[in-house]
């Protein structure tokens, strides 16, 4: 059907099933005698005259009832049908201080909108984004940029600040199990010489080494206490890392989204401009211009739809990355001096209880002569010279003699002991009496090996330690990673005195068992001298 309208043609309107409905505004003017709309359309390509945008902080945008795609009827209740937008805008130019608009409202589905062109749109922009501009330039990929996007370099810097604080918390949580261990080797000193201190039979040696052991013991309980001080201050580091951070990002995600869908709506709204001035420079109509060109006011709804969106979460980025940058700068120096403070305290502790300590060593010990000889062929015993040898064999032939006489001395091979299996034993002041007072004291340390493992490993759960192995190097932490962490997101590095692996062969097991031998070999021969 052909509708004449001063003498030219246009075909009816396809509305490509959007509905209209016939509305009036009345916009006050600002101090530039603009209400803030751009318009297109009109004569003499197009039967009606749009609102392409609105623009922001204008009274339009303020009085919220015009938008992009919305048809033009009437300014000040002369109608503008068969005009041109230059047209159209001198006459709200010309208006007094009001401007009274009567217009169609579009009531279209943004979902319309999201077609297949959209969607590849906005994955060439996802991947152009991660290129630089040369590159896209040179592969011929169109695509639409924000200019002076002050959030790109706030991302980056958020990006190294969840670095520093990655490596900061795995860093303090790995010195503390250190700690940890170290404590665990004074306690098991502690149990040790508490131990010896109840089968020595000399007063002083066995005060001496129950006072070594108090002491040792008491270094692992100080210790631990400062370790639950330094606990609560990880924790909120790690609150920082793991979910004021994670919630920044999941926000930034959304706005990358939204951001992509504006920019592709933006790039489609382009070319369809070029496409309707390459027709109209070789005067050719284009259908979707002389019917009302709907598609194209469809593409125009939602555009400031998915601007509005960007412009909301874009907001919210920049509020959640000012209080995250608030908090860094607040806290972390305050958390910092309180887990410099627990640790300079458990120093403090140490040097004040080694100062209260009293000389305890050297003491005197009584030692039976076959006290040191091993059947290990590891453990040989001091060679002595020739007239050393004549010597102690007079010496032992007068010493048997002697114990013949009395009857009581048992030597040689019978008096030769098998050195003990290493086992864990219990702090527990009742359970060490019990197993003391037990005949067979091997198998009920070895039956409350169990329980103390248990134990253990709630008090690392406890700590927030669980899991941590000090013999593995922390993987993103390593040599090639901070590198690159330092040449692209500045200079974030840190200086990790663990990075050794574990040896588990055989072989190397045997001769540290060896290597302990030999030594323990040499202190005995040095205490006999």
Known sequence: ??????????????????????????????????????????????????????????????????????????????????????????????????????????HADPERGKSLDIILKKLKHRIVDNMSSNTADTLGLSRAILCNDSLVKRLEELEGTEMMYKGMVDHARRMLKAYYDLLQTYRAFGD??????????????????????????????????????IKPILDDLGTYLHKAIPDTKLTVKRYMD????????????????????????????LYRVETGNYEYRLILRCRQDARAKFAKLRTDVLEKMELLECKHANDLTKQLRSLLDCMAELNRSIVERMEALPHLFPIEVDFKETDFQYKSKILEPQKMDDEEEEAAQQQMQGKNKSSNNNGDVVCGLEAVETPAQIINVPSNAQEQEALLLTDNTKDSLLSAENPSSIKN??????????????????????????????????????????????TTSVDSKNQLEKDLMACNAFETDLLLQ
């Open 457 to 502: 490993e709630k008090l690392l759960k406890d700590l927030g330690l669980l899991g941590i192995d000090l013999s593995t190097s922390l993987s993103h932490l390593s040599l090639d990673n901070k590198q690159n962490a330092t040449s692209s997101n500045g200079a974030h590095d840190f200086d990790l005195f663990i990075n050794q692996k574990a």
């Open 258 to 285: 939204a951001k992509f869908t504006y920019l592709s709506y933006c790039l489609k709204v382009k070319e369809m401009d070029d496409e309707e001035h390459g027709f109209a420079s070789i005067q050719e109509p």
């Open 1 to 106: 059907m052909l509708t004449d309208t001063d003498d030219d043609f246009f075909f009816e309107e396809d509305k490509m099933g959007m509905t209209v409905s016939t509305k009036s505004v009345v916009v006050v003017k600002d101090d530039t005698n603009l209400i803030g709309i751009s318009i297109g359309g009109g004569a003499p390509l197009c039967p009606c005259l749009y609102i392409v945008q609105v623009f922001d902080g204008t009274p339009a945008a303020r009085e919220g009832s015009l938008e992009s795609g919305d048809e033009l009827l009437a300014i000040n209740s002369t109608s503008v049908k068969g005009k041109t937008k230059v047209q159209v805008a001198k006459m709200i130019q010309a208006a007094s201080q009001q401007v009274t608009i009567h217009y169609n409202k579009l």
């Open 192 to 229: 040790c010489f508490m131990k010896i201190s109840t089968r020595e039979p000399q007063m002083r040696a066995s005060e001496a080494f129950r006072i070594f052991g108090e002491f040792h013991r008491n270094l692992e309980k100080d210790g631990l206490s400062i370790i639950k001080k």
